[in-house]
């Protein structure tokens, strides 16, 4: 088995910066593609060979199908890295690139359709025995069923867009009488955000934990857990801050479980590569499977403090058809590790705030790490998400995370625009939090604000 | 040298990161080389710099040319296939609409057209040379 030659990294920021990264260590040459507006990026500089696919519109660019494997032709590509959103998940692309021979690094264009159909994969998850959250089995056709499901399952439910995920396509219905105009608008918006309007239906769980496993499996389906991270702290679903091991895994025989119900969920539909399995935990402690994240995430450099383990090499290794390089007993994470992800945004109402940086220091000194593409003068865009920077911090335990954390965000400088550095130290001097006592409503009470989630 | 000197000399090299050893005694000479692997430290080259040419000479140029870009990523052609003639040369008229060149893309011709009367005065890249998007591939004189 050789290592590919060449690799294409059909992404921007600060995933492409890290996947560079990993191909430069083993010896593989790097291609990067980008936006004319990015022409000055990190990730387009440190690349070796680079070429410009489309204006900053993400259609045209960096969801630009034809242009991307058209790039990775000229330069004479051999794999393509799609890192985490834009194609990542698209499991159009993942096919075009077998087609055109060029391996996409990452799982089959069918783990990647499945992990997509949220409403099959709880089917199939159901069946082979890992526990779902109690909810419709299969899609709900008509406000009808919906109400019958609802009524048995019992209110309040959850209405979810089989084609979403991470949060969006989801409204909670808390009685009868709101659920057909719920089902209507729900409907209506996961056509227009996805493509596809089709529902299904979960119990509604309050004061839940987001807890989730980093799966890693080979071509042969060797299968194995690399620990668990909590994602609780979200606002509107989108994760702010993670650490591993999730706090409510203090105990071995949980982090067991939990972990091997990842293994179960990933060997259920055959995954391959790198990928995250989903779990809400109630308060009762119960785990429930919500849905497999078919790519590589963003939080996975608190999963590589803890194991040791770098899950972009171990992403490019496998797609070369490495097998895997470990059992699962040779895996034993230590210490904790805590990531911040910084935005470019207002850290109190969270608007959007690009802008030129006209300052930057990063933090420094043991364990601390920072994931970043920008630079001093780097004009952060307005077209792209507002995610400029990760810092990941490992201690032995979590209280000197906790700790590494808070001094690293003192250091952490960005002048020029505003930045959710000071929200961070919020959280990371906020009681709850500091005793791991914590869920997805953590934000909404540490504000005191009646946010909508 | 006796044996056991070289099993010395041996344990010497594989504890440091001595690659090769040299030695001589009572006139028997032992070179003792390891190969270490290591991927080619190559100073990376731009790539994407040597791509622009440079599109005009002058600032003068520059504001009166017309600079037809690639739309796309692929592979410039001049002329429809291999044995056909240029669609234009330089020097050649062009009118707005009239295909100037070919870029390919994963197997698909895509002809690409001028959008403005005149003389061509340059053309600026090479035939089978791959393009990006927004590469300058003809300077035109508008008429």
């Given at each position: 088995m050789k290592l590919f030659k060449k690799i294409l990294i059909a992404n921007r920021g600060e995933i492409a910066v890290r996947i560079i990264r990993a191909c430069k260590e083993l010896g593989i040459k790097t291609v990067a593609v980008y936006a004319?507006?990015?022409?000055?990026?990190l990730h387009v500089r440190f690349a070796d060979e680079s070429v410009c696919i489309g204006p900053a519109n993400v259609t045209q660019s960096y969801l630009n199908i034809p242009a991307i494997l058209s790039a990775a032709e000229i330069t004479d590509s051999d794999a393509i890295h799609p890192g985490y959103g834009f194609l990542s998940e698209n499991h159009h692309f993942a096919e075009a690139c077998n087609t055109s021979g060029i391996t996409f690094i990452g799982p089959t264009p069918e783990n990647i359709r499945l992990g997509g159909d949220k409403t099959k994969a709880r089917q199939i998850m159901k069946r082979k025995g890992v526990p779902v959250v109690a909810?419709?089995?299969?899609?709900?056709?008509?406000e009808e069923i919906a109400l019958k499901v609802a009524k048995k399952i019992g209110f309040p439910i959850v209405l979810k867009a089989s084609a979403g995920g991470g949060g969006h396509g989801m409204k909670i219905v808390k009685e009868e009488k709101d659920i057909e105009q719920a089902f209507y608008m729900t409907q209506r918006e996961a056509l227009t955000a996805f493509g596809n309007s089709e529902i299904y239906i979960e119990e509604y769980i309050p004061d839940l934990r987001h807890v989730e496993v980093q799966i890693v499996a080979d071509s042969k389906g060797n299968t194995v857990y690399l620990g668990d991270r909590d994602c609780s702290i979200q606002r509107r679903h989108q994760k702010l801050i993670e650490e591993s091991p999730a706090p409510i895994s203090a105990s071995e025989k949980f982090r067991k479980r939990i972990g091997e119900l990842g293994v179960k969920a990933a060997r259920a539909i055959k995954y391959r590569n790198v990928g995250t399995v989903e779990f809400i935990v109630d308060a009762n402690g119960d785990i429930h499977f919500i849905e497999i994240n078919t790519r590589i995430q963003v939080e996975h450099p608190v999963t590589e403090a803890v194991t040791g383990i770098d899950i972009v090499k171990e992403q490019i290794k496998l797609a070369s058809g490495l097998p895997l390089a470990y059992k699962q007993n040779q895996i034993k994470p230590s210490g904790h590790a805590i990531e911040c992800r910084i935005n470019a945004e207002d850290p109190e109402r969270f608007i959007p705030s690009p802008g030129k940086i006209t300052f930057l220091s990063l933090p420094g000194g043991p364990g601390v790490r920072v994931d970043t593409a920008i630079y001093n003068g780097y004009v952060v865009p307005p077209?792209?998400?507002?995610?400029i920077a990760k810092l990941i911090v490992y201690g032995k335990d979590r209280t000197e995370a906790i700790m590494k954390m808070r001094r690293s965000l003192d250091e952490f400088i960005i002048d020029g625009l505003n930045t959710t550095i000071p929200f961070h130290k919020k959280v990371l001097n906020n009681p709850d939090f500091i005793n791991g006592d914590?869920?997805?409503n953590f934000i909404e009470k540490m504000n005191g604000s009646r946010e909508n989630v | 040298m006796e044996l056991e000197d070289l099993r010395e000399l041996i344990e010497l090299l594989k504890d440091s990161d001595i690659t090769e050893l040299q030695v001589e005694k009572d006139g028997t000479k032992v070179k003792i080389k390891r190969e270490k692997f290591l991927p080619s430290l190559e100073v990376p080259v731009h790539k994407s710099a040597a791509f622009h040419e440079k599109a005009a000479e002058t600032e003068e140029e520059a504001q009166r040319l017309a600079t037809i870009t690639s739309p796309i990523v692929g592979t410039f052609y001049r002329a429809s296939s291999p044995e056909a003639n240029p669609f234009v040369e330089l020097g050649s008229k062009v009118g707005r609409g009239q295909v100037l060149c070919i870029v390919e893309a994963m197997k698909l011709m895509n002809e690409i057209e001028s959008d403005v009367d005149g003389i061509i005065v340059k053309i600026l890249v090479e035939n089978g040379q791959p393009v990006e998007y927004g590469e300058p591939l003809f300077l035109i004189d508008p008429a």
């Amino acid at each position: 088995m050789k290592l590919f030659k060449k690799i294409l990294i059909a992404n921007r920021g600060e995933i492409a910066v890290r996947i560079i990264r990993a191909c430069k260590e083993l010896g593989i040459k790097t291609v990067a593609v980008y936006a004319d507006i990015d022409k000055e990026s990190l990730h387009v500089r440190f690349a070796d060979e680079s070429v410009c696919i489309g204006p900053a519109n993400v259609t045209q660019s960096y969801l630009n199908i034809p242009a991307i494997l058209s790039a990775a032709e000229i330069t004479d590509s051999d794999a393509i890295h799609p890192g985490y959103g834009f194609l990542s998940e698209n499991h159009h692309f993942a096919e075009a690139c077998n087609t055109s021979g060029i391996t996409f690094i990452g799982p089959t264009p069918e783990n990647i359709r499945l992990g997509g159909d949220k409403t099959k994969a709880r089917q199939i998850m159901k069946r082979k025995g890992v526990p779902v959250v109690a909810g419709s089995d299969g899609p709900v056709v008509n406000e009808e069923i919906a109400l019958k499901v609802a009524k048995k399952i019992g209110f309040p439910i959850v209405l979810k867009a089989s084609a979403g995920g991470g949060g969006h396509g989801m409204k909670i219905v808390k009685e009868e009488k709101d659920i057909e105009q719920a089902f209507y608008m729900t409907q209506r918006e996961a056509l227009t955000a996805f493509g596809n309007s089709e529902i299904y239906i979960e119990e509604y769980i309050p004061d839940l934990r987001h807890v989730e496993v980093q799966i890693v499996a080979d071509s042969k389906g060797n299968t194995v857990y690399l620990g668990d991270r909590d994602c609780s702290i979200q606002r509107r679903h989108q994760k702010l801050i993670e650490e591993s091991p999730a706090p409510i895994s203090a105990s071995e025989k949980f982090r067991k479980r939990i972990g091997e119900l990842g293994v179960k969920a990933a060997r259920a539909i055959k995954y391959r590569n790198v990928g995250t399995v989903e779990f809400i935990v109630d308060a009762n402690g119960d785990i429930h499977f919500i849905e497999i994240n078919t790519r590589i995430q963003v939080e996975h450099p608190v999963t590589e403090a803890v194991t040791g383990i770098d899950i972009v090499k171990e992403q490019i290794k496998l797609a070369s058809g490495l097998p895997l390089a470990y059992k699962q007993n040779q895996i034993k994470p230590s210490g904790h590790a805590i990531e911040c992800r910084i935005n470019a945004e207002d850290p109190e109402r969270f608007i959007p705030s690009p802008g030129k940086i006209t300052f930057l220091s990063l933090p420094g000194g043991p364990g601390v790490r920072v994931d970043t593409a920008i630079y001093n003068g780097y004009v952060v865009p307005p077209h792209y998400d507002s995610l400029i920077a990760k810092l990941i911090v490992y201690g032995k335990d979590r209280t000197e995370a906790i700790m590494k954390m808070r001094r690293s965000l003192d250091e952490f400088i960005i002048d020029g625009l505003n930045t959710t550095i000071p929200f961070h130290k919020k959280v990371l001097n906020n009681p709850d939090f500091i005793n791991g006592d914590f869920n997805t409503n953590f934000i909404e009470k540490m504000n005191g604000s009646r946010e909508n989630v | 040298m006796e044996l056991e000197d070289l099993r010395e000399l041996i344990e010497l090299l594989k504890d440091s990161d001595i690659t090769e050893l040299q030695v001589e005694k009572d006139g028997t000479k032992v070179k003792i080389k390891r190969e270490k692997f290591l991927p080619s430290l190559e100073v990376p080259v731009h790539k994407s710099a040597a791509f622009h040419e440079k599109a005009a000479e002058t600032e003068e140029e520059a504001q009166r040319l017309a600079t037809i870009t690639s739309p796309i990523v692929g592979t410039f052609y001049r002329a429809s296939s291999p044995e056909a003639n240029p669609f234009v040369e330089l020097g050649s008229k062009v009118g707005r609409g009239q295909v100037l060149c070919i870029v390919e893309a994963m197997k698909l011709m895509n002809e690409i057209e001028s959008d403005v009367d005149g003389i061509i005065v340059k053309i600026l890249v090479e035939n089978g040379q791959p393009v990006e998007y927004g590469e300058p591939l003809f300077l035109i004189d508008p008429a």
